[in-house]
């Protein structure tokens, strides 16, 4: 008979967001792991916001509206949806207390999510963390077709319309690539961060406030036509505005 697992040690959410600010997150083995690890790749994944790679195909989905996309309407369901195993992936770095501190974060207005709906059903999405100008992406999921490349390409434009000036994938992989991610060295990417925050992690630790970018900037009221071309735009979110948002395909 195998010994019990030992209990779970949950994480505290401002530990979790001081290491964020310092370039380190955490991961678990597997699973139903009881604890966690602290990551700095020497390589970082991210992708620049101008130079996502919005496909013809995509575009045209998108377009087309073939999916609707809400924000942070099913956050604990999209975190479930990613941690389960899949016949890709049997197993997953989302443990318990991964999930339980970014419930607790999404509470406090830190953690977000962006959830694509084929009719009643939802086909998948993502979700990650919102520091400063900096967007932690964490995992994304799809149940159909496209549906997590919908999400990404809806969270770029968004985060493109908030301000936000690093989107961190953490992790390089091919499907990232395609979409315009690139790895940078780890100095690097510590200047990057530091930028988006526009405070020290030691700031951040004392309590001071930081630039924020506005992850809801899409869902302001509506104001006066963007010119052609616009960079950013604010007003409802569209398939428009998401296309124009993301510019030129490729």
């Known amino acids: 008979m195998s010994p019990p697992l030992p209990p779970p040690l949950d994480l505290d959410p401002d530990l979790v967001l001081r ?117 932690f992406g964490e995992s994304m999921v799809t149940r159909v077709r496209d549906a997590s490349k919908v999400a990404f390409a809806h969270l770029v434009a968004r985060l493109k319309a908030g301000g936000f000036t690093l989107l961190d994938c953490q992790f390089q992989t091919e499907h990232l690539a395609s979409l315009g991610a690139v790895e940078v060295p780890r100095d690097d990417y510590v200047a990057l961060l530091g930028a988006a925050l526009g405070e020290t992690s030691a700031g951040l630790a004392l309590g001071v406030p930081l630039v924020d970018g506005d992850f809801f900037a899409l869902d302001l009221p509506p104001a006066d036509p963007p010119a052609e071309g616009a960079g950013t735009v604010s007003g409802p979110l569209s398939r428009k505005v998401i296309a124009q948002l993301l510019g030129q395909t490729s």
């Not at 694509?116 to 919102?130: H, S, T």
């Open 19 to 135: 290491a964020y600010a310092m370039g380190v997150f955490p991961m678990a083995d597997h699973r139903r792991a009881a604890s966690v690890y602290w990551v700095e790749p020497k390589l970082r994944g991210i992708l620049p916001l101008d130079r996502f790679r919005l496909s013809r195909s995509l575009r045209k989905t998108i377009l087309a509206d073939r999916f609707r996309v809400t924000v942070d309407t099913e956050f604990e369901r999209i975190v479930s949806l990613c941690a389960e195993s899949a016949s890709d992936r049997q197993d997953t770095w989302i443990n318990g207390p991964i999930e339980r501190v970014f419930v607790a974060l999404h509470r406090r207005g830190f953690a977000h999510s962006v959830e694509c709906w084929d009719g009643d059903r939802l086909a998948g999405g993502l979700y990650g963390l919102a520091l400063g100008r900096a967007f």
